[in-house]
């Protein structure tokens, strides 16, 4: 990331700093990054709201599915909904 940062990248990093450190260590460092026009920022800190807050983990997902650009991924966040008990 220090040579040639990229979105993709640092949401890769506060993933995997999720699966080591925890979601809440994790949330904190992605609130950072502040990627508003990436849906997988939305996606990422829907992700990691969940089991934690699943309101804000709505939220995010909703958010992720407005950005989405592909049916695919339209269809894997809805999924993702659905899991939480919203559509």
């Not at 949401?11 to 999720?18: E, S, V, W």
């Not at 969940?50 to 592909?70: C, H, M, P, W």
């Amino acid at each position: 990331m220090l040579i040639e940062y990229s979105p993709i990248t640092a949401l890769n990093r506060t993933y995997a700093l999720a699966q080591v450190k925890g979601k809440q260590t994790a949330i904190t460092e992605a609130e950072k990054l502040n990627l508003t026009d990436n849906q997988f920022y939305f996606a990422l800190l829907g992700y990691l709201h969940t089991g934690l807050d699943n309101v804000k983990a709505i939220s995010y997902f909703e958010v992720a599915r407005q950005k989405a650009k592909t049916d695919n991924d339209k269809a894997l966040l809805n999924k993702k909904l659905n899991d939480l008990g919203k559509e």
